[in-house]
């Protein structure tokens, strides 16, 4: 997959969980995917997407830097949002806060076969 393609393809990826378009999310991830070396399959990523956007309705991913390098994409997204309740351990309780994710995709055939991710919990902290 030549750079500008897989870039393109995560971008849409991106739009895709912005809108919230849960039916197209089979497009862009591989039905055994890995989520920071556990397999959670396609419907355990779409269940953690969707808790996350009932727990952050405000929820919007945004790309601060991409990095391409086929099959894999390195990412920072973004956040500015306001959680309801308890979110990574922190009692935010409808709190604006502004953090980041640093996140890594492996690619197989066009579709995210393996995410890492790590999310700056203490930016997050800083704030409250």
């Known amino acids: ?35 920071n070396g556990e397999r959670i399959r396609l419907s355990g990523y779409r ?3 969707e808790r996350d956007f009932r727990e952050i ?25 306001t959680p309801k309740g ?5 009692e935010v309780n409808g709190r604006k806060v502004s ?7 492996e690619f197989d055939e066009r579709k995210i076969k393996a995410v890492w991710s790590i999310i700056d919990k203490a930016a997050i902290e800083r704030q409250l």
């Open 1 to 35: 997959m030549v750079e500008t393609t897989l870039s393109t393809t995560y971008r849409e990826y991106i739009d895709c969980l912005n809108r919230q378009d849960w039916a197209a999310l089979e497009q862009f991830v591989h039905a055994e995917v890995h989520y």
């Open 47 to 49: 269940e953690m997407l």
């Open 57 to 81: 309705p405000d929820l919007h991913f945004d790309i601060q830097f991409l990095v391409c390098e086929p099959p894999r994409i390195a990412s920072r997204l973004g956040f500015n949002c």
């Open 86 to 90: 308890s979110f990574l351990g922190l």
């Open 99 to 105: 953090f980041a994710e640093n996140v890594f995709y």
